[in-house]
């Protein structure tokens, strides 16, 4: 028996679906709705990857500049397609500060 804990990347891959390896920085989130999401940067990609449970699954491409406070109603927050609220904003924008230095063109 090993004392290693599973790795999170599969089981966040079996959860939304997506390709996320060991190779990947990743974050997870729940919401008061219970609502998940999952986030995944690949060194070297342009862009990283975002799951919502609430969206079916469906893979978001986001970036330094994809949390968006102009979306039709007064107030809504938005990322790519995909409304979100303000924690899941919070959340998003410190995924994508902390896996910055991944990024394509980024040393």
């Given at each position: ?5 599973p790795?999170?990347e ?9 390709e ?10 729940m ?19 975002l ?19 102009d979306g ?5 927050i ?18 994508l ?6 990024r394509?063109?980024?040393t």
């Amino acid at each position: 028996m090993t004392d290693t804990p599973p790795a999170i990347e599969p089981l966040l891959a079996r959860l939304c679906g997506g390709e996320i390896t060991d190779k990947d920085y990743v974050g997870y989130f729940m919401n008061q709705y219970g609502e998940e999401l999952v986030f995944a940067q690949r060194r070297g990609e342009k862009t990283a990857r975002l799951w919502h449970s609430d969206a079916d699954w469906k893979m978001f491409l986001v970036g330094d500049h994809s949390i968006r406070l102009d979306g039709p109603l007064d107030g809504m927050i938005t990322v790519a397609d995909l409304i979100i609220n303000r924690e899941e904003a919070t959340w998003l924008s410190s995924c994508l500060a902390a896996s910055r230095h991944l990024r394509q063109g980024r040393t």
